[in-house]
């Protein structure tokens, strides 16, 4: 290989590492939110008319999957062999952006780069929130959860709105690097693109202020609610005798919310260590552990005199050879009432993590090779629910009307848009329960639970939900991050009464409590009754952008092009 090969090779990767190291710090932990606005600068300078395709592809694809292993790190914590195929499956969208915004630029430059290059990323966000049931995570959008006049635009048009302006912004500061490596910068027509992009952010802002300040028309005060966050990494709290201590702890803080007035407590997913559901509860024998963890929360609501809303597993049995043998498991929220029965409602988990909870292809040939990609050891295989349950309470001489979403179907923006509208758009809860166990995503060294970036970016996701759907949202997280989000997008900081630190985002590997007021925004949004629209639009944008440059490709190599 020859010294100029070299120096173009490392040329290249320098400007994609740029641009991973900025995507990298701009993401909670770090918090540096503002590397956001021109983090794909190098990206789009180095995709260049006269670059190497095959260069671009094969570099573009080393960093971004090298960046992936970075910041899914704790994957690894879960099942290796599924964290590494999963990074290298994400690395794929880099070099199919980077062949896109090269063919732009050559084949289609006489169009400003903001026009187009902000769809391209957008349609790469949308299929990664589509293939293999969705993965939202990372986007550009999410580093703005802190900015809450820009965000509040996700009432229309969902957490991909505040994508499509950063991504405006890095195109347009790209496309002016390179008017000024032509000398071309002082043009009128760069005045006209910075002014129209100002504009553009300054509409949003002014329209964010706008749903800011009308909200006290809209949001009323709610009941008191309760959120009991343990501390148990997953490799402890998966052991079976670690049932019973488990759930001992779980009493002393929900009793602490229930005295502190909460009307409704959550607990965690899954953080009951037994089956709940009433048709296997009913062939337990009596000194199971199932009958009496049941009984003892049966007791515990009975005796404070409210709700409960407890993760936990449903079992559907069927009978084989004269014995019963589990048919089909369930991740559920069960729901507990204050005269100590448990509510015939019931909510099963609807996005599956694959690998995780489910094992594609169970009745294939296959389903043993997928089965190494899975954290255990034995055949863990559950179903998704299929109703948007809605749970009822009566607090203050009030009824309310509220769901619960499991884990991360609080990255799944559809879902929880389905359960705050109905089908003729009306909104039919109050509030949303987020129960989770982000045990899986902690290392736990002599004791101590040293928490992962997951945490933090789960609950900034989060905040994309509430707005969407000007919901509130209390999260009961194993490990952290337990807060309220309220309808504008607000992570609150300090409660009511608790003893969870008084910062919402710093609560991570601590074991605590807190009670706080919840509020109820009365407001039904554009992307309550109409979903993700500009996904779905930039999603089919892509793949007519992908089969263009295919056809372009097919065309240059038949009359004898070279494009490599």
């Known amino acids: ?118 769809f ?24 703005q959860y802190e900015n809450l006049r820009l965000i509040q635009i996700a009432d229309i048009l969902g957490a991909a709105g505040v994508s499509l302006l950063v991504a405006m912004v890095n195109s347009l500061l790209a496309e002016l690097i390179i008017e000024f490596r032509t000398g071309k910068l002082l043009r ?20 964010g202020q706008y749903r800011l300040e009308e909200g006290s028309k809209f949001i009323e005060s709610g009941p008191v609610l309760g959120s009991v966050q343990p501390n148990v990494p997953s490799n402890i709290k998966e052991l079976a005798d670690e049932g019973a201590p488990i759930l001992n702890w779980l009493l002393g803080p929900s009793k602490a919310c229930f005295d502190a007035g909460a009307k409704l407590v959550c607990w965690p997913e899954t953080m009951v260590l037994a089956t709940l559901n009433e048709s296997f509860l009913d062939l337990c024998k009596a000194d199971s552990d199932p009958k009496r963890f049941h009984e003892i929360i049966c007791e515990h609501s009975k005796e404070n005199k409210g709700y409960l809303i407890v993760g936990a597993h449903s079992t559907e049995l069927e009978m084989k050879d004269g014995e019963w043998q589990i ?43 997928f089965h190494l990609l899975s954290p255990y050891d034995y055949d863990y295989h559950l179903i998704k629910g299929q109703e948007y349950t809605v749970f009822s309470m009566e607090a203050d001489g009030k009824q309310y009307h509220y769901g619960a979403m499991i884990c991360y179907e609080d990255t799944d923006a559809e879902i929880i848009r389905k359960m705050a509208v109905d089908a003729n758009s009306v909104k039919k809860i109050d509030w949303l329960i987020n129960i989770s166990n982000d045990g899986w995503y902690v290392d736990y060294k002599d004791g101590i639970v040293i928490p992962s970036g997951e945490l933090s970016q789960r609950a900034a996701i989060t905040v994309f939900r509430a707005v969407e759907n000007r919901i509130s949202i209390i999260r009961s997280v194993n490990t952290g991050i337990s807060c309220l989000i309220d309808s504008t997008g607000r992570i609150r900081d300090g409660f009511l009464k608790g003893d969870l630190p008084f910062k919402a985002m710093a609560r991570e590997g601590v074991e605590g409590w807190f009670v706080d007021k919840v509020s109820i925004d009365k407001r039904v949004t ?18 007519l952008v992908i089969m263009s440059v295919l056809i372009d490709m097919i065309v240059n190599v038949r009359h004898g092009g070279k494009d490599r």
Not at 26 to 48: H, Q, T
Not at 124 to 133: S, V
Not at 188 to 207: D, M, W
């Open 1 to 118: 290989m020859t010294a100029k090969r070299i120096k173009d090779i490392s040329g290249t990767g320098a400007w994609f590492v740029l641009s991973a190291a900025l995507l990298t710090f701009m993401e909670v932990p770090w918090g540096f939110g503002g590397l956001a606005w021109f983090c794909l600068v190098p990206f789009i300078l180095v995709c260049k008319p006269e670059a190497k395709l095959w260069r671009l592809v094969w570099v573009s694809y080393i960093v971004s999957s090298i960046y992936w292993l970075i910041n899914l790190h704790w994957i690894g914590y879960v099942t290796v062999p599924g964290y590494v195929i999963f990074c290298l499956y994400l690395g794929l969208y880099w070099p199919i952006l980077a062949v896109l915004v090269r063919h732009f630029r050559s084949r289609w430059s006489g169009l400003s780069l903001c026009i187009v290059v902000p």
């Open 120 to 143: 391209l990323f957008l349609g790469a966000e949308a299929w990664q929130g589509i293939l293999i049931t969705g993965f939202s995570w990372r986007l550009l959008g999410h580093s």
């Open 188 to 207: 009128a027509v760069n005045f006209a693109k910075t002014i129209i992009a100002a504009a553009i952010l300054l509409g949003v802002a002014i329209y």
């Open 327 to 369: 048919k089909n498991r369930s991740n559920s929220a069960f729901l507990y009432r204050p005269d100590g029965v448990q509510d015939e409602k019931v909510y099963n988990k609807i996005h599956l993590v694959p690998f995780g909870e489910y094992i594609p292809g169970k009745d294939t040939f296959v389903y043993k090779v």
């Open 526 to 543: 554009f992307f309550s009754r109409h979903g993700k629209v500009l996904d779905f639009c930039c999603a089919i944008g892509f793949c």
